[in-house]
């Protein structure tokens, strides 16, 4: 991603930042002309000890100069998370990670990794690279999701899948809540790589081929490994509940691994036990 792109998405997350934040919550009061939820600009500049101008230029996106100590009290202000202080850090003072992978060079995964997923034979599981290609899966995760070797590698990507595949759309009772989890990752890759220009070209693909991919994307969390509980209605074992735990998978090759542990409080488990019994 050039500088560009960059400091337009910090732009635009610092915007939705300040959105979220009830100025009652911080001690301002709430008056009659705010036009926009949330705090103003210059709100957030008192809050972290900057001068209004600074800040609007920081959050217009200008290339100026800025510093850790003066981001970390910006962050502060924001109430940032800690995988969203890395990401405004990232977008903010431009690259700290190495150079993204070559598109066309595919991540190398070890007997060993392959090994464990297999292993987890009703855990659905699925890698993905940094890119969120899928790059490897488990049978489990073919008979809940989809049949992946069906697909083409150059199409293998989750959340291309997630929003043009007919499937995975009528797979998970809330379809938002399910793609949000995958998108507050992808945007945390977003930050962490921020010179790899792959990503602005597919965020604008997926704007062309997906409607409200935009809307979802603008509004998307950043989060490296949230846990949620998932409810699906799959087409033929009916009512599934899955714990997903996302982890980073160590090594140079930046690799994360899914794994959806069936809740222990359902019949999940029997019933996945069945899907692949008759397979």
């Known amino acids: 991603m050039k500088d560009q792109g960059r400091l337009q998405a910090l732009s635009e997350f610092l915007k939705a930042s300040r959105a979220k934040i009830s100025p009652e919550s911080v001690g301002f009061a709430h008056g009659t002309r705010r036009r926009t939820p949330g705090l103003r600009r210059e709100e957030v500049a008192q809050l972290a000890g900057v001068s209004p101008t600074w800040y609007t230029w920081l959050e217009q996106g200008r290339d100026i100069q800025v ?6 009290c910006v962050a502060t202000a924001l ?4 995988d969203e202080r890395k990401y405004l850090f990232a977008l ?25 997923i297999q292993e987890l034979r009703y855990c659905p599981a ?13 049978a489990a995760a073919s008979q809940v999701f989809i049949n992946f070797d069906s697909i083409p590698y150059e199409q293998r990507n989750m959340i291309s899948l997630l929003f043009t595949r007919k499937e995975l759309r009528r797979l998970a009772v809330n379809w938002e809540d399910f793609v ?16 790899d220009e792959w990503y602005e070209q597919f965020i604008a693909e997926m704007n062309r081929a997906a409607p409200e991919f935009n809307t979802l994307w603008q509004q998307s969390k950043v989060s490296t490994a949230p846990e949620v509980l ?12 899955f714990h997903l735990t996302s982890f980073q ?16 409080e359902s019949n999940t488990e029997n019933k996945l036990r069945r899907l692949l019994e008759r397979q």
């Open 67 to 72: 510093s850790t100590s003066v981001l970390d």
């Open 79 to 82: 109430q940032l998370t800690v």
């Open 92 to 116: 903010a003072m431009g690259p700290v990670s190495p150079a993204a992978r070559s598109k066309d060079e595919l991540a190398e995964i070890s007997p060993a990794l392959i090994k464990i």
């Open 126 to 138: 699925i890698i993905t690279d940094r890119h969120y290609n899928i790059v490897a899966w488990n």
């Open 180 to 195: 949000s989890g995958f998108l507050a990752i992808f945007r945390a890759y977003y930050g962490q790589y921020v010179e």
């Open 230 to 241: 998932i409810e699906f209605r799959h087409a033929k074992a009916g009512k599934m509940l």
């Open 249 to 264: 998978v160590q090594g140079d090759a930046d690799l994360r691994c899914s794994i959806y542990t069936p809740a222990p």
